[in-house]
Nanobody, 127 residues
Framework: QVQLVESGGGLVQAGGSLRLSCAAS????????MGWFRQAPGKERELVAA????????YSADSVKGRFTISRDDAKNTLYLQMNSLKPEDTAVYYC????????????????????WGQGTQVTVSS
């Protein structure tokens, strides 16, 4: 019902910045909650940041707090992740996701509610 396409990944040196984008299409009216996840080799996928419709509420994992900023432009159906002060440990495949059934601030920061995913974009941070 919702299609998600990420872009903006790449190779960057430690301390650098990248901005990821995620274009949503289809039933975007269902996308109250949206988030960015990442998965590094050999590690579990983790929720990095999440946001509610119109950016009313945001969540950031402790590992990225103060460095990454999530935002969304609902008029353009686009989700963003601005990543600053990147570290080698930020290297991972980053996925955009949305929840079509979370409708409150009580659930948008829970990984289990996300049911639609993009294909992922690789971010590599060199030391």
């Amino acid at each position: 019902q919702v299609q998600l396409v990420e872009s903006g990944g790449g190779l960057v040196q430690a301390g650098g910045s990248l901005r990821l984008s995620c274009a949503a299409s289809g039933r975007t009216d269902l996308s109250y909650a949206m988030g960015w996840f990442r998965q590094a080799p050999g590690k579990e996928r983790e929720l990095v940041a999440a946001i509610t419709w119109r950016g009313g509420s945001t969540y950031s994992a402790d590992s990225v707090k103060g460095r990454f900023t999530i935002s969304r432009d609902d008029a353009k159906n686009t989700l963003y992740l601005q990543m600053n002060s990147l570290k080698p440990e930020d290297t991972a495949v980053y996925y955009c996701a949305t929840s079509t059934y979370c409708r409150s601030n009580g659930c948008y920061s829970l990984s289990a509610v996300y049911d639609y995913w993009g294909q992922g974009t690789q971010v590599t941070v060199s030391s």
